[in-house]
C-alpha cells in the first residue's frame, strides 16, 4: 500500500509541477506576446481558472506527501519525503502571502479598471511564479529520490 501511495503523490506532485511550469516558461510568455490588451485579459481569465484548481492541488500534493512521510518514517528515504513536505508547506505560504493576493486582484481586471500599476504587479505575480516553481521542483525531486 505504500508503494501506491509513493507513485501517486509523485505523480500528483510532478503533474502539478508540469502546470506551473508550463504557465511560467509557456503560457505567460505568450499572454505577453499578445498585442495591447489581450494579454492581461488572458492573465485574469487564467488567474480564474487555474485559481480554482490550483489551491486543491497544493493542499492535496502537500496532504499526499505528508502521509508518505508518516507512512514511510521508518523507511529508507523518508528524510527526503519529509523535506518535500516542508517545501510543498513553503509553496503553500508563499501562494497565501505573495501570489494569490495578486491573482485575486488580476483576475477581476478589465480595461477599464485596471490600476495604473498592473504591469508592474503581474511582473511582481510572474518574479515570485518563478520562486514558486524552483521550490515545487525542489520537492518534486526530492520525492523521486526518494522513490530509488
Known sequence: ML???????TVVVGLMVG????VAFVMNRILDAL??????LGHAH??????ALMPCWYIGSLALSSIWAIAGWH??????VVTAAVLLIISVVMSMLLLVPINNRNRTWTP????????????RWQRWHYVRVTVI???FTLLVSALA
Open 46 to 51: 487564467g488567474g480564474r481558472m487555474l485559481g
Open 75 to 80: 523507511h529508507e528515504g523518508a528524510g527526503l
Open 3 to 9: 508503494n501506491v501511495l509513493e507513485v501517486v503523490a
Open 112 to 123: 477599464e479598471n485596471r490600476p495604473a500599476d498592473w504591469k508592474e504587479q503581474l511582473n
Open 137 to 139: 521542483i525542489a520537492a
Open 35 to 40: 498585442p495591447e490588451d489581450s494579454g492581461q
Open 19 to 22: 502546470v506551473e511550469f508550463s
